[in-house]
């Protein structure tokens, strides 16, 4: 399975943007990038993915090396909201949605 | 439009007892997934149904784990006789489309299970 590596956890103030990195070397050309998150007492919760160009949406962007061997996520104003556990997903090729492989993620801390 | 929903939320048994979990889809949604997380370790796949076919049940740890889906809509996941080593939390999620990228999974909050 390809993996993925991040940080075990990070710290941010409130209203200031965190950058979350990710690195998966061994990435294929095929695999598409998924983030998601896991706020206490919830399931994950998906943010978003890409391929190989950066993405927007209204919840966080995400920024694609050109070599895909790492991305970062962009949260552009944290709130205390925001504070969970962020996974970094590839999703592995196949005909069903069933090659979701969770790593240990990131837990995001947010101060006030 | 509601999410995923998970029943029960907790359950505490004693090793040897039989537990059944449930889990409601989104509605429309043929895929369904089941996930766990045991102690100290990553979420982990368990298997897929599309509508009430398993597509693929490669994560299942052994047969004291049987997944249903009866009529593609609600599924089950009932584990007989549990042991000490299933305590966790067991997710379920759904989508509407499998595979490529637009498959994005709706995750439910999860059944607590601890086994005494």
């Known amino acids: 399975d390809a993996k993925t590596t991040q940080p075990n956890s990070m710290e941010s103030n409130e209203e200031e943007p965190v950058h979350l990195p990710c690195n998966h070397s061994t990435i294929s050309g095929t695999d598409y990038i998924h983030w998601y998150r896991q706020l206490p007492s919830q399931g994950p919760e998906y943010v978003i993915h890409g391929l190989t160009s950066n993405v927007n949406n209204r919840m966080a962007s995400l920024a694609i090396a050109e070599d895909r061997k790492s991305s970062t996520l962009i949260l552009h104003r944290a709130t205390l909201r925001d504070a969970a556990v962020y996974y970094c997903?590839?999703?592995?090729?196949?005909?069903?949605?069933?090659?979701?492989?969770f790593g240990p993620g990131t837990r995001l801390s947010v101060l006030p | 439009e509601a999410g995923v929903t998970q029943f029960p939320s907790h359950s505490v048994i004693e090793k040897g007892q039989t537990v059944t979990l449930r889990c409601d889809p989104i509605s429309g949604h043929d895929n369904l997934y089941w996930y766990r997380r045991v102690m100290g370790k990553e979420i982990k796949f368990l298997l897929h149904?599309?509508?009430?076919?398993?597509?693929?049940e490669s994560g299942m740890p052994n047969n004291r784990f049987l997944a249903e889906r009866t009529g593609g809509t609600y599924s089950t996941l009932k584990v007989q006789p549990a042991e000490l080593e299933d305590s966790g939390v067991y997710f379920c999620?759904?989508?509407?489309?499998?595979?490529?990228?637009?498959?994005?999974?709706?995750f439910g909050p999860g059944t607590r299970l601890t086994v005494l």
């Open positions: 997903i590839l999703r592995l090729p196949g005909d069903y949605g069933q090659n979701f492989v």
């Open positions: 999620a759904s989508s509407l489309y499998a595979g490529g990228p637009g498959d994005t999974q709706y």
């Open positions: 149904f599309v509508k009430e076919s398993k597509q693929d």
